[in-house]
């Protein structure tokens, strides 16, 4: 076995932030490595927050940890980690002993070396006598495996729900991997403006308390500093479904905008102002923690998380940074209106147009365009937060629901009744035009033709870029597929060029618990669901498949022959009982074809 004759480790003792110990095998001294001094020895520790893997490679994997005192000490403590290629840990292939810290928040991270290909391994940590949870994880093939199945997530809410989606998805045996494609924290706190007198609910926190599931006391108000993010993560890895997840197998991750703060650009955020300090210096907190607490490979800048695995021959993926690394401030409906409320279209449409916008930044895009000529992979995989998919919704359908953006109580009733009644008749419009009804008049067809890009933070804020991905993958002959997560709802695309030729296919996750259209748009039960669902699937033409309602998550199954996209959901997550929701489960299967992917 590989590692088993070299046997060397070197240990790092965590003096900078972000420490990463390389373990290329079995300690040298393995016993008295092990040997610890005597304040050391007395400590008392416990391992609340599970263990992890991550970004595994064909031959090294990152091993994770968090490691607790229990008298709220902040001595160093040492850990010792395992890896085997069996349960019962009989075939050690690594082990060494990592020197927690308060430099990284007592996080142990190895990223463990000289592994064999394609290969399932165990690791656990141990400490004083005390024994981690163990966790499963695999590298990934070299050649041509059989199949490829990931599992993908986003947007998990701490106190809007418990992770059930999680829970659910590690029970899935054959997971190679899994992806998280951002929002894996919040950093709102418990109310508005931190405001604990008006006690106006923040985003997603109004049954918390119901729940059980309210932001504990030294934790409650929107993360600012290094302190508030690491308790947020440390918060999060509590729950069972996060623990049951990261243990089941190795987790990919990006961040989307609430890692740092909603709707994240490279110099600001819309939920950052003055007040809150320098955006700069939070995002470097929030990174330092994101870092600490997640099993992601450490790198030098940490704004360039954009990476490549490759599954041997038959997936490429490319993960991209859409947020801090090169990302243009998003555009704003409410700037193009005049004060008589004109819309100026044409500033809109040159300014949305501009070749020089940008959401991945040149060396990101230029780096995609380098892999992608690079790779002989069947299937090209872009993981990433915002859709893709062109979601150009009737104009008087969108300002009735940008209306609705904070709307309360009597408007909001009365915006979701004109939602409704909007929503049937351009349904109609919309079919008769399908039936090719010749007494439609050109008022009525200008209705639905009239369309404008509903989220301006996803890519139809950054046309041009998406264009030049487009041309890249067809210049290239591509077989592409997008992922997404961020809309906390679940969506399938065929992805089209300015021409309207099809690209490729893009299938987007939905969240873990953040709440979704549902909410927005008043969908009180899945009947009402089922006809809105309906509806914009009707309207938006590139759409094949739309959940409004429900939490869950998705697969992605890869073989030669086809990719298969399954949706699954969870009946609630307002306790740890759940079921799934066999109902509104869904698969959609495309084929490898000679031409462009579609749905
Ligand atoms: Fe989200």
Not at 547 to 560: C, E, H, P, S, V
């Amino acid at each position: 076995m590989r590692g088993m004759t070299r046997r060397e480790f070197i240990k790092v003792s965590g003096a900078v932030a972000s420490t990463i110990l390389i373990s290329t095998g079995l300690s040298a001294c393995g016993s008295s490595s092990n040997n610890q001094d005597n304040q050391s020895a007395m400590l008392r520790v416990a391992f609340n927050h599970g263990v992890a893997s991550g970004d595994p490679l064909a031959t090294s994997v990152i091993i994770w940890t968090r490691v607790t005192h229990l008298e709220a000490l902040q001595s160093d403590i040492e850990v010792t980690f395992e890896v085997a290629t069996d349960k019962a840990f009989a075939n050690l292939v690594h082990s060494g002993i990592y020197t927690a810290n308060q430099t990284s928040d007592f996080t142990v991270k190895v990223d463990a070396q000289n592994l064999q290909a394609g290969t399932t391994y165990y690791y656990r940590f141990s400490s004083n006598g005390v024994i981690s949870p163990i966790g499963k994880t695999k590298t990934l093939p070299i050649d041509n495996p059989e199949q490829i199945k990931m599992a993908l997530f986003t947007c998990a809410n701490y106190p809007n729900g418990y992770f059930n989606v999680y829970t659910e998805a590690a029970k899935i045996e054959d997971l190679d991997v899994t992806l998280h494609l951002g929002d894996y924290i919040y950093e709102y706190g418990m109310y508005e403006n931190d405001d604990f007198d008006a006690k106006v609910p923040a985003y997603a926190t109004s049954k918390a308390v119901a729940i059980g599931r309210e932001l504990p006391q030294d934790n409650n108000k929107e993360l600012l500093l290094l302190e508030d993010y690491r308790k947020r993560y440390a918060l999060y890895h509590t729950d069972s479904g996060t623990q049951a997840i990261h243990a089941a197998a190795p987790m990919i991750v990006v961040w989307d905008d609430h890692e740092v703060a909603n709707d994240t650009y490279k110099e600001g955020a819309q939920n950052h102002d003055e007040s809150e300090g320098d955006f700069a210096q939070r995002t470097q907190d929030a990174l330092q923690a994101y870092f600490e607490w997640l099993p992601i490979r450490t790198i030098e800048d940490k704004k360039a998380i954009y990476r490549r695995f490759d599954f041997g021959g038959l997936v490429s993926l490319y993960m991209l940074e859409t947020r801090l690394f090169g990302r243009d401030k998003q555009l704003s409906y409410s700037s193009y209106f005049d004060a008589q409320g004109n819309f100026d279209a044409q500033t809109f449409q040159s300014d949305i147009g501009s070749p020089t916008r940008t959401m991945l930044g040149a060396t990101q895009l230029e780096w995609l365009q380098q892999q992608m000529a690079t790779s002989n992979a069947t299937w090209q995989l872009l993981g990433q937060q915002v859709l893709m998919g062109k979601m150009y919704l009737p104009s008087e359908l969108l300002m009735v629901i940008g209306g609705l953006d904070g709307a309360t109580g009597e408007t909001k009733t009365a915006l979701l009744t004109q939602l409704n009644a909007l929503l049937g008749e351009l349904v109609t419009i919309k079919t008769r035009m399908l039936q090719q009804d010749a007494t439609l008049t050109q008022e009525e067809i200008a209705r639905v033709t009239t369309v404008l890009p509903y989220n301006l933070d996803a890519w139809d804020g950054y046309f041009m870029e998406r264009e030049t991905i487009f041309g890249t993958a067809k210049a290239l002959g591509k077989k592409l597929v997008v992922v997404a997560g961020d809309t906390h709802n679940a969506w399938a695309n065929n992805l089209r060029d300015y021409k309207g030729e099809v690209i490729g296919v893009e299938f987007a996750t939905p969240s873990v618990t953040s709440p979704g259209l549902e909410e927005y748009a008043g969908l009180s039960d899945v009947m009402m669901a089922g006809q809105f669902e309906g509806a914009i699937d009707l309207l938006i033409d590139d759409l094949k498949y739309l959940n409004a309602y429900d939490r869950g998550f998705m697969t992605l199954t890869f073989d030669a022959a086809q990719v298969s996209a399954n949706w699954y959901y969870v009946n609630g997550c307002d306790s740890t009982e759940y079921s799934l929701n066999a109902h509104r489960a869904k698969t959609i299967t495309v084929a490898n074809t000679t031409g462009a992917l579609s749905i």
